[in-house]
């Protein structure tokens, strides 16, 4: 199984970006996780095999949207109003079995590069 996340970049603070994260295989639950320097890698959203149940981070709700294309192997992250907290390198993961806690980074055994994403004041 293959991860590749794309989409970082620099943005201003209140701008929008959006991540992208095509997987190989079979579909499973996807998500996406960040690390900013100096801290503990951390949850950020998650979507069932399905995209019919989605998790967020209470700290990026109503600004993030995580969304997948099962007909093109990819989930989407799409992050408006960002924030400089938000700077970090992002993440993505993907399961290999169903009925898992898909907010847990036990969870996946799978994992993409990362994408940096840089939000500048």
């Known amino acids: 199984v293959q991860l590749q996340a794309s989409g970082g970049g620099l943005v201003q603070a209140g701008g929008s970006l959006r991540l992208s994260c095509e997987a190989s295989g079979k579909n499973y639950g996807m998500g996406w996780f960040r690390q900013a320097p100096g801290k503990e890698r951390e949850f950020v959203a998650a979507?069932?095999?399905?995209?019919?149940?989605?998790y967020y981070a209470d700290s990026v709700k109503g600004r993030f949207t995580i969304s997948r294309d099962n007909a093109k192997n990819t989930v989407y992250l799409q992050m408006k109003s960002l924030k400089l907290e938000d700077t970090a390198l992002y993440y993505c993961s993907k399961a290999k079995v169903y009925g898992i806690d898909l907010t847990q980074e036990a969870s996946y055994p799978y994992w993409g590069q990362g994408t940096q994403v840089t939000v500048s004041s």
């Open positions: 979507t069932s095999w399905s995209g019919s149940t989605t």
